[in-house]
C-alpha cells in the first residue's frame, strides 16, 4: 500500500543528523516506516487505544459501531464513530465523508475490502503510516522526526503513547497552539496519562516509568524542522529527480560539523569585509581520501534576495584567474619541459597578436619556475603554456570533464590566465587530483556512491612536485605563519580580468578547500584580488578546522618512486659548473627533466697590466682568472631596466674563442613558430615583420638569413625589419658572431 501514498525525503548528513524534511507531492510530510521499524510500545499503545480487537474482528466491529451509534444518536452525546484501525485506514485511503450513517455504511464496506485483499500486518503497518498527526504531519515516521528528531524505533515510553493518542484528536495540543510554547497542551497529556494507566494495567513493571510522564514533554514545532546545508541538499534533491531514485531515506557525505564551522567563517569574514565592498562568498570542502563533499556553501546568506543568495556559486561558471596555473607547470614537468627551479624569463612577450602583463605591470627577469608559481608571474605561466605538446592545457581540461567549454581557437593562450570558467565543483576536483597524485576522482555527495578509482591525467612525480611548490606559497598573514604547524597548506589565488573573481584554492590535512569572493551578478571590485581577498578567509577557515580537529593530520603520501634531488646552479637552475658560486636542489624525473651543465658562470683570463682579456698561452705571473655572468640579451636588458645592470662581460679576442666555454646559440622569439602572417595585398613592399631573438651575452652581432637570402645584420638583441615581397613559406635563421644559429619556417598569406 505504500505506492498510495507519496512520501517525503528525509536527508540526513553522514552520522546521521537530519538536514531537512522534504514535503510529498500533496504537501504533507509523510515517511513510509516498515512495521518492524516502528517502537513496539507504540503500535500497542495504537492499538489499546483506537481498537484492543484488531488481530480478530474482521475489518468491522459490530460492538463499537453499535455503542458509537447509541452515544451519538441515542444519547446525544459527543459523537463517536466506533470505527476500527481497518476502517480508519479506508476512510484516509479513500477520503469518505463519514458523518452520515451513509457514508459510514461506505466504509465498512471498504474496510472489510481491505481485510480481504490484505494482511492485519500490511493494513496495521499502512494506517501507522497515514494517520493524522497535527497539521500536515501524517504517519509515525514523519511525526516522530519532526516532534522528536528520531526515528520511530527510539522512541520513549511518553513519547510513544503521546503520538498514540494524537490521531484521535490531530488538532489538540500541538506546538504553535498553545501560546507557541512546544509543551504538548493539557488535553493532550490527559489523553495521554489516561492511556498510560491503562498500559500499566497490562504492563505492571512500566508502572516505575510514572515520574516521567509528569515531566514536560515538548514537541519542536514544524517551523523549527532542520534546515541545513541549503545548497548543498537541493543539489542532491536535483540529482535524484534526474537519476529517478525515489528513496525516502538519503544519507549523504556532508558533516554537519564541519558545514556549520564554514557557515560561520563564512558570515563573520562578509560581515568583517563589508566595508570592502565585499558582501558574498561561497566555500567548499572536499575530503580528498573518499571525495565526499563535506561542507557546501553556496552563498553568504541563503535568505538575502540583494546578493541572490538562493544561488548556488559552488556550480556557477566564473572566470579561474591564475588558479589553473599549477596545472601548466604539471603539464610541463611531465612533458620534460622545466624542473622546479628551470629559470625562466619574466620580461616583455609577445606571443602573436597575444601581450599578455603581469598583475603588478612589473617585469623581475630570471626566476625559477618556484619563484614564477609562488608569485604568479603571468609571462612565464603562458611561455611555458606556449611550449606544450599533447595535451596542452585545453585538453587537459576537457580530459578531466571541465563542462561547457569553448573551442580551444576561441581562447588561445588567454585560457592560461583565466580566459575560460569552470565552476568551483570543478576547480575543487581538480585540486582534489594534485593532492591525490595525479588522478582525477568524480566527487562524491552521497553515501552511497562508491568511492571508485579515478582517471590519471598527470604522474605522481608532477604532482608531487607542484604540491611542493604550492607548499612554499608564503601566508598572507606573516604573524601566523611564523607559528610552527604540523599541517603544511598548499594554496593558490586567483583573479579574474575586471576584478569579478577573486579565488584561492587549496590543500591541508586530509582536505581541498575553495573560496570564491565576487558577485553572482558579475559586478567587478578593486577589492576582490585572491590575495587580499579570498585568501584571509581561505586561512580563517584552514585555522577553524584545525582548532576544531586537532586530530587532523594529513594522510600519509610516500615519495613518488621514480624522483631524485639533484645539485643545482641556483642562478641558472643547471647543473653547476666548476664556477657556480650558489649550489642548491631540485626535483628531478630522471630520463624526463631537462638537464644541462649550467653555461651562465664563465671564467676569463684578464692581463693584469692591460685589465683586458689574455691571449694563450697563459703566464700565471702575470694573468689572473674572474668569473663573469653571461646572461641572455633579453634578461641583461631586464636587469638594467630594475636599476639592477650586471658587469657586462668584456670583449674576447679572436685568439681566446677557441678556448672559451661555448656560450648558449641564438633563439628566435618573432616570427612564432609555425605561424603565418596576413598581408593584405595592397601593402606588400611596405608591409614589416620583426625578427628578433635572444643572444648569449658575450655576443655582438647578428646576422638574419630568409631562405639562405641574407637581409642585414644588428647588435645583439636588437631588431631587424624584414619586408616580404610574396606569399608562400619561408625559412627564417639567425647566426651569430660565434657560428650558432637557429630556423624556423614563416609562412605568408595574403588578404583583400
Known amino acids: 500500500m505504500r505506492a498510495w501514498l507519496p512520501s517525503s525525503t528525509a536527508v540526513y548528513d553522514d552520522r546521521g543528523q537530519l538536514l531537512r524534511l522534504t514535503l510529498a507531492s500533496d504537501e504533507r510530510y509523510r515517511l513510509w516506516v516498515p512495521l518492524g521499524d516502528i517502537s513496539p510500545a507504540l503500535v500497542e499503545g495504537v492499538l489499546l487505544h483506537e481498537d484492543r480487537w484488531f488481530r480478530w474482528h474482521p475489518g468491522v466491529s459490530a460492538w463499537g459501531l453499535l455503542r458509537g451509534a447509541w452515544v451519538t444518536y441515542v444519547r446525544h452525546g459527543n459523537p463517536q464513530g466506533g470505527s476500527t484501525v481497518t476502517m480508519q485506514l479506508a476512510r484516509l485511503l479513500w477520503h469518505l465523508d463519514t458523518r452520515s450513517p451513509g457514508g459510514k455504511l461506505v466504509q465498512a464496506l471498504r474496510a472489510v475490502q481491505l481485510e480481504l485483499q490484505y494482511s ?48 484521535q484528536e490531530p488538532a489538540r495540543g500541538l506546538p504553535g497552539t498553545i501560546n507557541g510554547t512546544g509543551v504538548i497542551a493539557r488535553a493532550l497529556k490527559a489523553s495521554r496519562d489516561r492511556l498510560f494507566a491503562r498500559w500499566v494495567a497490562r504492563h505492571p513493571a512500566d508502572a516505575s516509568a510514572a515520574p516521567l510522564f509528569d515531566l514536560p514533554l515538548r514537541l519542536r514545532p514544524l517551523s523549527r524542522l532542520p534546515f541545513e546545508a541549503p545548497h548543498f541538499v537541493e543539489q542532491v534533491l536535483a540529482q535524484r529527480r534526474m537519476d529517478g531514485d525515489d528513496e525516502m531515506r538519503v544519507t549523504t557525505t556532508l558533516d ?33 581520501r573518499d571525495m565526499g563533499v563535506k561542507a557546501m556553501v553556496g552563498s553568504a546568506d541563503y535568505f538575502d534576495a540583494s546578493i ?41 612577450s609577445a606571443f602573436g597578436p597575444y601581450t599578455p602583463e603581469n598583475f603588478d605591470g612589473r617585469f623581475l627577469g630570471p626566476v625559477t619556475a618556484t619563484q614564477a608559481l609562488v608569485r604568479s608571474r603571468n609571462i612565464p605561466a603562458v611561455q611555458v603554456a606556449a611550449r606544450l605538446g599533447s595535451p596542452n592545457l585545453y585538453q587537459f581540461l576537457r580530459d578531466a570533464g571541465i563542462s561547457r567549454l569553448q573551442t580551444e581557437q576561441h581562447y588561445g593562450l588567454a585560457l592560461v590566465l583565466g580566459g575560460g570558467e569552470v565552476t568551483m565543483q570543478e576547480l575543487g576536483g581538480l585540486y582534489a587530483m594534485l593532492a591525490n597524485r595525479g588522478e582525477l576522482r568524480p566527487l562524491r555527495t552521497l553515501a552511497t556512491q562508491p568511492a571508485v578509482g579515478g582517471t590519471r591525467l598527470l604522474s605522481e612525480e608532477a604532482s608531487f612536485m607542484v604540491m611542493d611548490m604550492l607548499r612554499q606559497n608564503p601566508r598572507p598573514d606573516d604573524d601566523v605563519a611564523a607559528q610552527p604547524s604540523r599541517l603544511p597548506v598548499y594554496w593558490k589565488t586567483g583573479t579574474s580580468w575586471g576584478f569579478r573573481d577573486a579565488w584561492t584554492a587549496g590543500a591541508f590535512g586530509p582536505y581541498v578547500l575553495v573560496v570564491w569572493i565576487g558577485n553572482f551578478d558579475g559586478a567587478g571590485n578593486p577589492a576582490f584580488v585572491g590575495v587580499d581577498a579570498a585568501a584571509p578567509l581561505f586561512f ?59 653555461n651562465v658562470h664563465r671564467p676569463v683570463v684578464v692581463d693584469n697590466r692591460s685589465g683586458k682579456p689574455a691571449c694563450p698561452p697563459y703566464d700565471p705571473e702575470t694573468t689572473h682568472t674572474e668569473v663573469y655572468e653571461y646572461w641572455p640579451s633579453d634578461l641583461a636588458r631586464v636587469f638594467a631596466q630594475a636599476g639592477m645592470p650586471r658587469r657586462t662581460p668584456p670583449p674576447l679576442p679572436d685568439c681566446q ?96
Open 120 to 167: 492485519k500486518h500490511d493494513i496495521l503497518e499502512a494506517y501507522l503510516n497515514a494517520a493524522p498527526y497535527g497539521r500536515n504531519v501524517e504517519g509515525v515516521g514523519a511525526a516522530s522526526l519532526a516532534y522528536f528528531g528520531k526515528p520511530p524505533a527510539r522512541l520513549s515510553l511518553p513519547e510513544a503513547l503521546t503520538l498514540a493518542v494524537i490521531p
Open 256 to 288: 554537519l560539523g564541519l558545514q556549520h564551522s564554514l557557515e560561520r567563517q563564512v558570515r563573520q569574514y562578509v560581515e568583517h569585509a563589508g566595508n570592502r565592498g565585499i558582501r558574498n562568498a561561497a566555500a567548499l570542502l572536499i575530503d580528498t
Open 308 to 348: 541572490l543568495g538562493q544561488v548556488n556559486g559552488t556550480q556557477a561558471k566564473r572566470s579561474p584567474g591564475s588558479t589553473l596555473k599549477p596545472f601548466i607547470y604539471a603539464l610541463g614537468f611531465d612533458q620534460g619541459i622545466l624542473h622546479p627551479e628551470t629559470v625562466l624569463r619574466d620580461v616583455p
Open 540 to 598: 580563517r577557515i584552514a585555522d577553524a578546522l584545525r582548532a576544531e580537529r586537532p586530530g587532523m593530520v594529513e594522510p600519509v603520501r610516500r615519495n613518488p618512486p621514480n624522483l631524485r634531488r639533484i645539485p643545482i646552479c641556483l642562478a641558472s637552475g643547471d647543473l653547476p659548473n666548476a664556477w657556480c658560486p650558489q649550489v642548491g636542489s631540485t626535483w628531478f624525473i630522471p630520463g624526463k627533466s631537462p638537464i644541462k651543465v649550467s
Open 657 to 752: 674563442g677557441g678556448g672559451q666555454p661555448p656560450g648558449d646559440p641564438p633563439r628566435i622569439t618573432s616570427p612564432l613558430k609555425g605561424s603565418t602572417y596576413q598581408v593584405r595585398v595592397s601593402r606588400f613592399g611596405t608591409e614589416k615583420i620583426a625578427l628578433t631573438a635572444t643572444t648569449d651575452a658575450g655576443v655582438r652581432t647578428l646576422y638574419w638569413f630568409v631562405d639562405d637570402a641574407y637581409v642585414g645584420s644588428v647588435p645583439g638583441g636588437q631588431v631587424l625589419m624584414w619586408t616580404p615581397e610574396r606569399t608562400g613559406r619561408f625559412l627564417v635563421r639567425v647566426v651569430d658572431d660565434r657560428g650558432s644559429s637557429d630556423a624556423r619556417e614563416l609562412g605568408i598569406g595574403a588578404v583583400e
